[in-house]
């Protein structure tokens, strides 16, 4: 993870910020938990990051990220470090590339709410996955690199690295369904037609349930580090979604870009795959397929309609949390205007794989 700039002495306090009463209980923890730790440390608040505020922790042996719940109300299951933090110290030791953990603490007392510690990984975070200041070599290299990660990810048995009790049992897409629909909907959003026909029809023709694999749940290329010097991935981040599911559902989520609406910071369709060196979904989906030896039950139209129903729900949490005042950077406040193009988009897939106009 590249250093960041500390926010400004003058900025205004943010949701989840750090004082100095609780930084000096935080490192009374860290003291105790990290048996060679020396401090005193310096918080810096990562800027980005829509969910847990994230911040760097600098000491003089070495220098952490720490990931926090917001504090307040939060709607139930959301902001689930405590599974992000098991998560990678179970991922860690099989040699999958995630930060090395030091600890979790579920104490609200020390600063506020519960957290963790995690290993600070250098290297290079792409925004754009456009990849603007690449050659076309490098692109391809990069976008082979997420897609074989991703296969090796799904490749691990849940019950052989202890996480055999991660997720529920049952159908992945129904309880996704069902538990996005009811996030949607107490985050009281604002009636959307094509939101309530995805909810209708995603829950008649869900696929039928296949063996349970670890799935990332947001595998995108701004939440890996890449290494400095080539085409690898040195850390996957932002677990907090994570849980043992469909691993299509998983490949799929990352596909969605290329059927992203236009006005998405991530959307494919100014790209010319012909000479960009980026792969179509087509070529991408096709080397996950044959290096995992999966198959697709549904049209893929269906997984893409399913995830950007998901993105769709989860924004809409990000913009009930703005006006709640729990918002963890102002792009948050910008949500809500994301939610109908993304859900209209999902309809237009969910006719593409047949559903009824």
């Known amino acids: ?29 860290m003291a105790r938990h990290i048996g060679d730790h020396e401090g005193p440390v ?8 829509q969910s847990n505020p994230t911040f760097r922790l600098r000491s003089s042996r070495r220098d952490y990220v720490l990931r926090r719940k917001p504090p307040g109300a939060l709607l139930h299951s959301a902001h689930a470090i405590e599974r992000e933090y098991t998560v990678m110290a179970a991922l ?25 510690l995690m290993e600070l990984v250098e290297g290079r975070i792409l925004w754009d ?15 082979d690199a997420q897609v074989d990660a991703l296969v090796a990810l799904h490749g691990f048995d849940p019950a052989a690295i202890g996480l055999g009790a991660f997720g529920k049992p049952g159908s992945y897409f129904a309880r996704q369904i069902g538990r996005w629909t009811k996030q949607y909907r107490a985050s009281e959003a604002p009636h959307d037609e094509y939101m309530e026909k995805l909810i209708a029809w995603l829950a008649e023709t869900v696929p039928p349930v296949t063996s349970s694999r670890i799935v990332h749940g947001d595998y995108r290329i701004d939440n890996m580090v890449l290494k400095h010097d080539r085409p ?15 691993p299509i559902a998983d490949l799929t989520y990352f596909l969605m870009m290329w059927r992203m609406p236009p006005h998405e910071r991530i959307a494919m369709d100014t790209v010319d795959f012909a000479t960009s060196g980026i792969p179509t979904m087509e070529d991408a989906l096709d080397r996950y397929l044959t290096s995992s030896g999966r198959v697709l039950d549904r049209p893929i139209d269906w997984y893409i309609a399913f995830n950007l129903f998901r993105l769709a729900a989860i924004l809409q949490g990000v913009a009930g949390r703005a006006v709640r005042g729990q918002a ?10 994301r939610v109908a193009p993304l859900a209209r988009a999902g309809w237009e897939n969910a006719r593409r794989a047949g559903a009824p106009a």
């Open 1 to 29: 993870m590249p250093s960041q700039p500390a926010a400004s002495p003058s900025a205004l306090p943010r949701a989840g910020d750090i004082d100095r009463q609780a930084a000096s209980r935080l490192e009374q923890w």
């Open 42 to 49: 310096a918080i810096e608040r990562f800027p980005g990051g």
């Open 92 to 116: 860690g030791p099989q040699g999958f590339p995630v930060p090395r953990t030091y600890g979790l603490c579920e104490d609200e007392s020390v600063i506020g709410s519960a957290f963790f």
């Open 129 to 143: 996955p456009k990849l603007p200041e690449e050659d076309p070599a490098e692109r391809r290299a990069i976008y």
């Open 232 to 246: 690898e991935i040195a850390a996957l981040l932002d677990w907090e979604l994570c849980t043992l599911g469909d």
């Open 328 to 337: 963890n950077n102002e792009r948050a406040l910008s949500a809500q205007s």
